[in-house]
């Protein structure tokens, strides 16, 4: 039986190892989309501002036209001011020109304003263009990066998984059982040290004829908690120790 807590101590250090290298390998993607979301925001700023511009330019724009039309109806109230004989007519034409004089300064200062406020945007737009270049240099970079990683993290897992099948085979056929049907509710580690008196895996004390069962390793030994297969300390540690669960060498 010690031949077989040995083999299945050795198989969780696998199965553990694979699961750190499966979560790596799902991150990944999610990595990369994160990069990925962060330079269509820097690229969305960036176009961003020539969009704004070209909002303050066609804004500019329409005031001028309104300029020249203000600009026209006062040319023509002067006209009318020069030809009328009516005083108060003539005042009255007066003072709406007026209006229309201050609502071109108002319209003329507006104007230069958004076309400032547009030269702004666009050196702003430039510059946010040129800062893309490096920004998806590097996500190239790191899309290269995780594609390798990827194939690399595949070919590993598959090796130790490999690896680890073999040696799973050679434990006795009920180690093996319970073995796989405590993997999935103790989070793939259905085995644990005996510390002191204590499971090492959720703490609870070890009756003392458990104990001694565990001691013997005749026979299997579990946690009455929670039921993870429990082990001598000293063997915990020797087989942790000497088991390698390193990928394929080149």
């Not at 820097?42 to 724009?61: H, I, N």
């Not at 180690?175 to 090492?200: F, I, N, T």
Request: glycine share 6%.
């Amino acid at each position: 039986m010690k031949e077989t807590l040995s083999t299945l101590l050795a198989t969780q250090k696998f199965d553990e190892r694979i699961a750190v290298l499966s979560r790596r390998l799902e991150s990944l993607p999610s990595e990369l989309g994160e990069r990925e979301t962060r330079y269509s925001v820097l690229e969305a700023e960036a176009e961003g501002f020539f969009v704004d511009q070209k909002k303050a330019l066609s804004w500019a724009q329409s005031l001028e036209n309104d300029v020249r039309d203000w600009e026209a109806r006062v040319e023509k109230l002067e006209q009318q001011i020069r030809t009328l004989r009516d005083a108060g007519a003539a005042q009255v034409a007066q003072h709406e020109a007026e209006q229309h004089r201050g609502e071109i300064a108002k319209a003329e200062e507006k104007a230069l304003g958004l076309l400032e406020r547009a030269e702004a945007l666009a050196g702003k737009g430039i510059i946010a263009r040129e800062g893309l270049s490096p920004e998806l240099e590097e996500l190239e970079m790191f899309r290269k990066t995780v594609a390798e990683d990827e194939i690399q993290l595949q070919e590993e897992i598959a090796y130790l998984q490999k690896e680890r099948a073999s040696l799973f085979q050679k434990a006795q056929r009920a180690g093996r059982d319970l073995y796989e049907k405590l993997m999935p509710s103790r989070k793939g580690k259905p085995m644990a040290a005996l510390r002191g008196d204590s499971c090492g895996g959720c703490g609870m004390s070890v009756a003392p004829n458990d104990r001694l069962k565990v001691a013997k390793m005749a026979s299997i030994a579990t946690c009455r908690s929670c039921s993870r297969i429990l082990v001598p300390e000293e063997l915990w540690n020797s087989i942790r120790e000497e088991t390698s669960v390193e990928g394929p060498q080149d």
